[in-house]
């Protein structure tokens, strides 16, 4: 590799970290989403902006039935240089593969600035690239993700997914400046997950963003993953100032903004409700493709009895893992007996999981009189909790904002689009400065963004 690269004339130590993150063999069979899967769903993907009148009609922007997305296909990757990533990418495909009308997207590339935004805080590798204009138009150009996924019954480790994103981070920045039309002479900054997250996937895509930031010459900028999700669902959704329900397998928030800060006024103080439901996937075994909290939602709409279960919701905060314990306690002595069958077990935790966050939910919109709600993260894009969100909003007369699957699951795009908003104010970070933190709060950040 370090001949094939001697063309560029790069520093010893880039040709290091090259040599060792990427001079490695290639050749075992991964699943993954393919980018393009996700581009070919565009047409009958769910609404990416749902809200409720006040008067509790249900409306949708725009239409279309949820789609499941596809089981990824087998693929083998071989070895490559990383140096066509400095060659201009060229692409027959779409500019841009989304359009939403809740933001003002053009068609052509007109743009006063792009950035390229990398995430890899869990099992999900994205790279997204996304630009905004001098009218401030805003423009999806791509958003490519790849998904690090293990058999039944089993959880990702850190260390297994941090060689998953090594082996297809090139790949995945390739296959999204292809499909964005931009070579790397376009980007403007190159932003990153720098927390909060599993430490070794982390590190592993900041390595990738050192690396191109030295490759390419651009600035980079350290993105807090909590603020990924916030700035991309009011992007994308059109949100002004709603209270944030922020809900994945890492975190679980309530979030609303005040005097440069996303400020917490509830959280979990055990597990995040996504990682409640992941393991209890595993407790009844099932499938994480394309993720265990998808096919616990899809269980629970055929389950008929309510097993009641412990709700701990105390003041704003609420505790999953007591609910997690009891029920799989009863899932053991009641299956065994044939008294419930899995889809009532689905049903019930994942009623008496969202009652909760729809409880301390509407305590913060009561708190700071807001008619907004704004649902973001992973478990974000189940209909359940959007329908139960949604019916508490309208008796408020409020109106509820979430976003599909595209958008709520950890994606490259959610980084860019965080990453150029902090850009523009002037905020870079120094490479000595690029190191990652597990422990990275929401309300660590100033957001020097907004007013």
């Not at 495909?93 to 590339?109: G, Y």
């Amino acid at each position: 590799m370090v001949n094939s690269l001697s063309h560029c004339h790069l520093q010893p130590q880039v040709l290091a970290v090259l040599n060792r993150t990427y001079a490695r063999h290639m050749t075992s069979l991964r699943y993954c989403e393919q980018g393009s899967k996700l581009a070919n769903e565009r047409s009958t993907a769910r609404s990416t902006r749902l809200y409720h009148t006040p008067k509790g009609e249900r409306k949708k922007e725009v239409t279309g039935a949820r789609k499941r997305v596809e089981q990824s296909d087998r693929v083998a990757f071989e070895p490559y240089d990383v140096a066509e990533l400095l060659q201009p990418a060229t692409s027959s495909q779409a500019s841009c593969w989304f359009l939403i009308e809740a933001v003002n997207v053009v068609s052509t590339i007109s743009r006063k600035m792009i950035a390229i935004g990398l995430e890899g805080s869990a099992n999900k590798l994205g790279v997204g690239i996304i630009s905004h204009n001098e009218k401030g138009e805003v423009t999806v150009l791509s958003n490519v993700r790849r998904t690090y996924i293990t058999p039944p019954g089993q959880g990702f480790l850190p260390r297994d997914t941090a060689a998953h994103h090594r082996k297809h981070a090139v790949e995945v920045v390739k296959e999204a400046l292809r499909v964005a039309k931009v070579t790397t002479a376009d980007i403007d900054c190159i932003c990153f997950t720098k927390g909060p997250g599993m430490g070794a996937p982390l590190l592993s895509v900041a390595i990738v963003a050192r690396t191109l930031s030295q490759l390419w010459g651009k600035p980079l900028v350290g993105v807090n993953h909590c603020i990924g999700h916030i700035e991309m669902g009011r992007m994308i959704t059109g949100a002004q100032n709603p209270v944030v329900l922020y809900v994945s397998g890492g975190n679980t928030q309530v979030i609303a903004y005040a005097e440069q800060r996303y400020r917490i006024f509830g959280e979990t103080i055990d597990i995040a409700v996504g990682n409640c439901l992941d393991r209890f996937a595993r407790i009844l075994n099932l499938p994480n493709d394309p993720s265990p909290g998808y096919n616990i939602e899809q269980g629970a709409k055929k389950g008929s009895k309510f097993i009641d279960l412990p709700y701990a919701v105390k003041g704003m905060d609420v505790s999953f893992s007591g609910i997690l314990s009891y029920i799989e306690v009863v899932a053991k002595e009641q299956l065994a007996k044939g008294e419930c069958t899995p889809e009532d077990l689905c049903f019930s935790l994942q009623e008496t999981l969202f009652a909760m966050l729809v409880e301390i939910t509407e305590r913060a919109m009561a708190h700071i009189g807001s008619s907004e709600v704004l649902i973001v993260g992973g478990v974000g894009c189940n209909e359940r909790l959007q329908e139960m969100m949604g019916q508490m909003v309208a008796q408020r007369g409020g109106y509820l904002f979430a976003t599909d699957e595209r958008f709520c699951i950890d994606n490259g795009l959610m980084i860019a689009q965080a990453g150029i908003l902090a850009y523009k104010t002037g905020s870079v970070t120094a490479l000595e400065d690029t190191w990652c933190t597990q422990r990275y709060r929401t309300d660590d950040v100033l957001v020097t963004w907004r007013d």
